[in-house]
């Protein structure tokens, strides 16, 4: 999907040379007959998209392009959505095919526009054919940046020569190496380990992700003996080096990540990893273990060995709040590759080409099935230990529900059920049989109008999400007994949520409320959600104000308010819970304005988002000012002045500024600010 081009200059070694090439090749004038499309290529990790990014976001290209538009997925129906969505924000989902041509040639017609594609895989000349023929309604000297690893992908696409991107330079290498082995400046005690380094980063090859993934791996690591572990390793004489060295810090990780990182094969390659999701996945499967302190939540454990995996790069990209309702990361392909070996025969994508899969599979994700039909996979059926049922891997679910009867009645001994975006109208009562089913998914299903009482018997269940289902007209009036629940997203049609429901789940750790269009009012039965972490209310245009229950959540760590048209936050001064908070996000409300509000004390992370009334910083913000970390505005366009106090919040290491088009100045004293690492501003 469309991901985020912003780039931190800082952490980019090596790659002013080619910046400079590839800017120069875009801004050449010309009056091309015929689109014109430069392919960047290369081996995986060697920084195609960081290359891109520096290109995207250079000054020169800015100012060139009336439009630039930044593209991940290469289906033509996705991208052409992402395209309308990057120049339009109020596009609705679900548009037909003719509809999205329509809209794109509208957003293109005679711009100058650059638009990157970014990790390119199609091969299919007739489907890339489809796209250009869109595209050609720009203006002449628009331009179409491509990465790919593919050299005949870069050959199909490509109207000049394709740029081949080589790894770093050995000093270059080193550099970024030391800047991943060792904290800021504390190379200079260990010249021994330095000389180490110097010949690990020869077997690197020049590329920056093994570079950086190596260097992490010996973080804070000052013993020789592994220094030299690592330079000798027998991985190294492998003739796919940057996978070897992937494989080599696999195996040095601690059982527990082993298998984390093995489960992440579940997601298909290149997409959007929902970090919440992803925690709540590993928790339902088993593979969260408890800490000595038994006080301590799975999910903190969880955020500690997704640190841990981030830590070493196995993650990467990570944006908190970047779609607004939350954090999100990806996974480099080669560490997709990966984590598929590692997963072994466990894992298998079925797809209609599939005849046998192995009787050892417990995770099964499916990929370009007839999910119309009614049969499952013969080699399937008698695999009655298998754990996890996904279909999001197209974004496409189940249409039958006699289909998903059939996996209900096969596989009794499912943890996770993951059946988002599906269309069958009816989940069936023995959804009540699964016993042991911790995670249950229809998310995104617009047909499905009531969920069966029998949903009450699962008494394991920890997660369900039921956002998007515009038809659902309530949840169950007993839902209450889903005694282990810790994670519910919702979309009804419900006015108002029955005391008894909700109120009654206090095991809840997070609630996503979105889009409920008739909802008036939220339950007072807040008040005993007393383990309550995060509280989403999103797309609720008819709610007006927030109950007098919430002073209960003593525990609420995460507050999101977005398009709620309807709210004021006038009198949220006297919500007592919110001295917890420690991350805020508001967007698309009428006003924020409010009384002082002096309990923001252990707030860090601060988003305004579409708030069209906004001029400045709410004063009430200097009530954070020794804890805040991080604050984005964006969409906001009567933002005018940032308040001379900005230099009162002396814990600032990341300020954002988007989209703001009437702020044209800083504060004198922004060098007060003397924690602060990243300055972003954009539009």
Same mark, same amino acid.
């Given at each position: 999907m469309h991901t985020c081009a912003s780039v931190n200059y800082a952490d980019v070694v090596g790659r002013e040379f080619d910046r400079e090439i590839v800017v120069e090749m875009l801004l050449k004038s010309g009056n091309e007959p015929t689109l014109f499309v430069f392919p960047i290529v290369g081996v995986g990790g060697t920084g195609k998209t960081t290359l891109a990014k520096l290109v995207y976001n250079d000054r020169k290209i800015v100012r060139h392009f009336q439009l630039r538009l930044w593209v991940r997925v290469f289906k033509v129906d996705e991208l052409l959505e992402q395209i309308v969505k990057s120049v339009r924000e109020d596009i609705c989902e679900n548009l037909d095919?003719?509809?999205?041509?329509?809209?794109?040639?509208?957003?293109? #017609?005679?711009?100058?526009?650059?638009?990157?594609?970014?990790?390119?895989?199609?091969?299919?000349?007739?489907?890339?054919? &489809?796209?250009?023929?869109?595209?050609?309604?720009? $203006?002449?000297?628009?331009?179409?940046?491509?990465?790919?690893?593919?050299?005949?992908?870069?050959?199909?696409?490509?109207?000049v020569p394709a740029y081949c991107l080589k790894g770093l330079l050995s000093e270059d290498c080193l550099i970024l190496f030391l800047r991943n082995a060792f904290e800021q400046g504390q190379e200079v005690l260990y010249p021994n380990l330095v000389g180490i380094a110097s010949d690990i980063v020869q077997k690197c090859e020049g590329n920056p992700l093994v570079l950086e993934a190596v260097g992490s791996s010996l973080y804070k690591k000052t013993e020789e003996s592994l220094w030299n572990e690592v330079k000798n390793h027998w991985r190294w004489n492998s003739n796919q080096y940057d996978t070897a060295a992937l494989r080599m810090i696999y195996e040095q990780l601690p059982s527990n990540l082993k298998v984390c990182l093995a489960y992440c094969s579940i997601f298909p390659k290149g997409s959007v990893i929902e970090i919440d999701k992803l925690i709540q996945l590993w928790v339902a499967?088993?593979?969260?273990?408890? /800490?000595?302190?038994?006080?301590?939540? !799975?999910?903190?454990?969880?955020?500690?060995?997704?640190?841990?995996?981030?830590?070493?790069?196995?993650?990467?990209?990570?944006?908190?709040?970047?779609?607004?309702?939350?954090?999100?990361?990806r996974m480099h392909d080669l560490v997709h590759d990966l984590a598929l070996s590692a997963a072994g025969f466990e894992f298998c994508t079925v797809t209609s080409h599939i005849q046998n899969i192995s009787d050892e599979v417990r995770h099964v994700a499916f990929s370009d099935y007839d999910l119309s039909g009614k049969e499952l996979p013969p080699s399937l059926l008698n695999n009655h230990a298998l754990r996890t049922i996904s279909f999001s891997v197209d974004g496409i679910g189940p249409m039958s529900t !006699?289909?998903?009867?059939?996996?209900?009645?096969?596989?009794?001994?499912?943890?996770?059920?993951?059946?988002?975006?599906?269309?069958?109208?009816?989940?069936? /009562?023995?959804?009540?049989?699964?016993?042991?089913?911790?995670?249950?998914?229809?998310?995104?299903?617009?047909?499905?109008?009531?969920?069966?009482? /029998?949903?009450?018997?699962?008494?394991?269940?920890?997660?369900?999400?039921?956002?998007?289902?515009?038809?659902? &007209?309530?949840?169950?009036?007993?839902?209450?007994?889903?005694?282990?629940?810790? #994670?519910? #997203?919702?979309?009804?049609?419900? $006015?108002?949520?029955?005391d008894k429901a909700i109120g009654c789940l206090s095991s809840l750790r997070s609630l996503f409320i979105y889009s409920c269009n008739n909802l008036v009012s939220l339950s007072e039965g807040l008040q005993h959600l007393t383990s309550l972490r995060t509280l989403a209310i999103i797309g609720c245009p008819r709610l007006i104000f927030l109950p007098s229950a919430m002073k209960h959540l003593n525990a609420l760590e995460n507050l999101l308010i977005v398009d709620c048209e309807e !709210? $004021?936050?006038?009198?949220?001064?006297?919500?007592?819970?919110?001295?917890?908070?420690?991350?805020?996000?508001?967007?698309?409300?009428?006003?924020?304005?409010?009384?002082?509000?002096?309990?923001?004390?252990? !707030?860090?992370?601060?988003?305004? $988002?579409?708030?069209?009334?906004?001029?400045t910083l709410p004063r009430w913000l200097e009530g954070a000012s020794v804890t805040l970390q991080y604050l984005r505005v964006e969409r906001c366009p009567k933002f005018a002045a940032l308040p001379k106090w900005l230099e009162n919040l002396s814990s600032l290491e990341k300020l954002e500024i988007s989209k703001c088009s009437t702020l044209f100045s800083w504060p004198e004293r922004m060098s007060c600010l003397s924690n602060l690492k990243v300055r972003r501003i954009d539009n």
């Open positions: 095919m003719n509809e999205l041509q329509n809209l794109v040639r509208k957003a293109l #017609h005679e711009k100058n526009y650059l638009i990157v594609l970014d990790d390119v895989w199609n091969e299919d000349p007739v489907k890339w054919d &489809e796209l250009k023929k869109l595209l050609m309604v720009g $203006a002449c000297g628009s331009k179409i940046l491509v990465t790919t690893r593919l050299e005949e992908v870069a050959s199909m696409m490509g109207t499967e088993g593979l969260i273990s408890q /800490s000595s302190n038994e006080s301590e939540d !799975l999910e903190d454990i969880g955020i500690q060995y997704f640190q841990g995996l981030l830590s070493r790069s196995f993650f990467q990209e990570v944006e908190e709040y970047r779609s607004i309702f939350t954090s999100i990361c !006699l289909y998903v009867e059939n996996c209900m009645a096969r596989f009794m001994q499912l943890r996770v059920l993951d059946m988002s975006d599906s269309c069958f109208d009816e989940l069936p /009562s023995s959804i009540g049989e699964l016993k042991y089913l911790r995670y249950l998914d229809i998310s995104g299903n617009g047909s499905i109008k009531e969920l069966p009482d /029998s949903i009450n018997k699962l008494l394991s269940l920890q997660t369900l999400r039921v956002s998007h289902c515009a038809q659902l &007209e309530g949840l169950p009036k007993d839902i209450g007994n889903l005694i282990s629940l810790r #994670h519910l #997203h919702i979309t009804t049609k419900q $006015a108002c949520f029955p !709210l $004021a936050l006038l009198e949220w001064q006297d919500i007592e819970g919110l001295r917890m908070v420690r991350s805020l996000v508001i967007g698309g409300l009428p006003e924020l304005e409010s009384k002082d509000v002096q309990c923001l004390g252990s !707030l860090q992370m601060l988003v305004l $988002a579409g708030l069209p009334q906004l001029d």
